[in-house]
């Protein structure tokens, strides 16, 4: 399958699970469908007769189609080879996340780990501001941030990615303990004592660590993946200008 095709089926899995979510806490169901205590919270009035049968035929059917997506998405990632020698093994990274990679990176056009931080949206350096005009995206001569939205330029990184590192594969890593979560808390504890952060807020200095704990994630992917495309494989910055090289990797 040609990575617009999985983009596609990936996108609209994503689409469907957010519809579903929503469906789900308007009608005050949990994410298996099964009610949600009242609390002295009153039902809405479609949870009765007709409406309430076309809401529920809804919600099954957007479960079934969902279902489907995923069994779909899942064939097709556990065949690919940066799943058999890598994603799998990492602990919270299942297979509609490892699509979400896959779908979106074009790992031949990152010559540095640097790219996909960059494209992650993990880069808080200045990078060239990109404006639309007329359609077409123009480069310019100001220096916007790499990791924000800048009004009247083209976001520069991809946002939905970058949502779905940060929101959805950060937490799982962290729940799951595996082997990345040693650069969270050992960043996160850093920090803690650091000057310029230590009076940060704790939810400040939790998201820089994800932050740095997906990025050590990025770096490994970086480099399995232009290995098994063949591609050039340049030393990280801390190894080749630090003499620092991390041993992180787990079976």
């Known amino acids: 399958m040609k990575q617009e095709e999985l983009r596609a089926l990936t996108r609209t899995m994503y689409d469907m699970q957010d519809m579903r979510i929503r469906m789900a806490n308007r009608e005050l169901l949990k994410a298996d469908g099964t009610e949600q205590e009242d609390n002295g919270t009153t039902?809405?009035?479609?949870?009765?007769g007709k409406v309430q049968a076309y809401v529920t035929s809804a919600f099954?059917?957007?479960?079934?189609?969902e279902g489907d997506l995923k069994k779909a998405i899942?064939?097709?990632?556990?065949?690919?080879?940066?799943w058999q020698t890598f994603l799998k093994d990492v602990k919270g990274c299942g297979p509609l996340m490892a699509a979400a990679i896959l779908c979106e990176i074009d790992i031949t056009k990152a010559p540095y780990r640097s790219c996909l931080y960059q494209f992650a949206g993990l880069n808080p350096g200045l990078v060239?501001?990109?404006k639309n005009i007329n359609g077409e995206i123009?480069?310019?001569d100001d220096m916007v941030k790499g990791d924000r939205k800048t009004k009247g330029y083209v976001c520069p990184y991809n946002a939905w990615l970058k949502t779905k590192l940060m929101g959805v594969l950060a937490?799982?890593?962290?729940?799951?303990?595996?082997?990345?979560t040693k650069f969270y808390y050992d960043y996160k504890n850093r920090l803690e004592q650091e000057e310029g952060w230590k009076d940060k807020t704790p939810a400040h200095r939790d998201m820089a660590a994800k932050r740095y704990m997906i990025k050590q994630f990025l770096s490994t992917t970086y480099e399995v993946w232009r290995k098994l495309e063949g591609l050039e494989v340049r030393c990280s910055y801390e190894e080749e200008y630090l003499?620092?090289?991390?041993?992180?990797?787990?079976?």
């Open 128 to 130: 060239q501001g990109r």
């Open 243 to 251: 003499g620092i090289k991390h041993h992180f990797r787990e079976a």
């Open 74 to 82: 899942s064939k097709e990632v556990e065949g690919h080879p940066l």
């Open 138 to 140: 123009v480069k310019t």
């Open 171 to 180: 937490p799982c890593m962290i729940k799951a303990k595996g082997q990345y």
């Open 43 to 48: 039902r809405p009035k479609s949870r009765e």
């Open 60 to 65: 099954e059917k957007s479960e079934g189609a």
